[in-house]
C-alpha cells in the first residue's frame, strides 16, 4: 500500500492531460470495484447485504469521492509531490478525529506537538504560491484547500469504515465502496459535462489503466483489509511513504520544482508524524 499510493500521485497528474477530474477516478474506482465483485462471486464469497450498502456507499462518499475526488481535483494546479505532502497530514486528522469519537484514544501533549509541527511543515510548502496574488497563486490555493477537504474525507471514511468492517468481509466492503464511489463520480462527471471534453493518448490511458488496476484494486482493497485488523494510528503509517516517493517521481519524471523548501517542509511534516505517539493499543 505505502509503495502504490506513492506512485499514484503522478500517475493522477498525467491521467489529468487529458482526462477531466471527475472521470479520472469513476473510471478507476468503478473498475477496480467491478473486477473486485466478479473475483469474490467467482471464489464463491458472500458479498454484504442489500441493508448495508447504504454505509457502504456512505463510506465510498467519504473516501472515494471526497479522499480522493479532491485530491484529483487539486492536482489539477498542485504539483504531484506537493499534493503527497500535504495529504501527508491525513493522520493528524485521523488521530484527533479517533480522539472525538466514543471509545477513541484522547490526545497526548505528544500527538498535539506532532500536529502543530506537521501543519507548520504544510504552512512553510504553501505559503509562497498562497501569497501569489494572480491566478495561479488562488488556483493554488483552491487546491491546497480541496486537499484539506480530502484529508477531512478520508479521516471520517477511514473511521466510519473501520467501525463497519468489524462486521463485514473486508474486500466485499472494499469493492461497494468503490463500485459506489466511483458511480458518485460517475454522475458528478456527467454534471459538470465532462465527456464532451474527454480524449485519451497512449499517455493517459496508461495512467488511468495503472490508476484502476494497481492503484485501487490492490491498494484500496489492502486498504480497507488493514484497517480492518490495525489500529488506525498503525494504519496511517503509509504517509511515510508516500511523499517521499511521490515527490521522487515528480521530480525525476515531470520536472516539479524541488528546492530547499520542498525538502524542508517534507522533512518538517514527516517529524510531525514521527512525534505522534503510536503504540498496538492504540484505536
Do not use: H
Request: glycine residues 10%; positive net charge.
Amino acid at each position: 500500500m505505502c509503495l502504490i499510493w506513492g506512485t499514484t500521485y503522478l500517475a493522477i497528474r498525467v491521467a489529468l492531460e487529458t482526462i477531466p477530474p471527475a472521470l479520472v477516478g469513476a473510471f478507476r474506482f468503478i473498475f477496480a470495484g467491478s473486477v473486485l465483485m466478479l473475483i469474490l462471486w467467482l471464489k464463491g464469497e458472500m458479498l454484504p447485504a442489500p441493508r448495508r450498502w447504504t454505509g457502504l456507499a456512505l463510506a465510498g462518499l467519504l473516501m472515494v469521492v471526497l479522499g480522493n475526488g479532491a485530491v484529483i481535483w487539486a492536482e489539477q494546479w498542485v504539483p504531484s509531490g506537493v499534493a503527497a505532502v500535504t495529504v501527508a497530514s491525513t493522520p493528524f486528522w485521523m488521530i484527533g478525529l479517533e480522539a472525538l469519537l466514543p471509545g477513541g484514544e484522547r490526545l497526548s501533549w505528544r500527538a498535539v506537538l506532532g500536529v502543530l509541527i506537521g501543519f507548520g511543515g504544510i504552512v512553510l510548502l504553501a505559503w509562497p504560491d498562497l501569497t501569489n496574488d494572480g491566478a495561479s497563486g488562488r488556483q493554488f490555493a483552491i487546491g491546497m484547500i480541496s486537499l484539506q477537504v480530502a484529508c477531512l474525507g478520508w479521516a471520517l471514511g477511514s473511521s466510519y469504515s473501520r467501525r463497519q468492517a468489524r462486521s463485514e468481509n473486508a474486500l466485499s466492503a472494499a469493492a461497494v465502496q468503490m463500485l459506489c464511489g466511483g458511480l458518485m463520480m460517475l454522475v458528478i462527471s456527467v454534471a459538470r459535462g465532462e465527456w464532451s471534453e474527454l480524449t485519451f493518448t497512449p499517455r493517459s490511458f496508461a495512467a488511468e489503466a495503472y490508476l484502476a488496476a494497481v492503484g485501487s484494486l490492490a491498494g484500496y482493497t489492502a486498504y480497507i483489509y488493514a484497517l480492518k485488523y490495525l489500529p488506525v494510528s498503525v494504519v496511517s503509517l503509509y504517509a511515510y511513504a508516500n511523499p517521499v516517493i511521490a515527490v521522487l517521481l515528480g521530480t525525476l519524471l515531470l520536472a516539479e520544482p524541488f528546492g530547499a523548501r520542498v525538502m524542508v517542509a517534507t522533512a518538517t511534516v514527516l517529524l510531525g508524524i514521527t512525534v505522534v505517539p503510536r503504540g498496538e493499543g492504540t484505536r
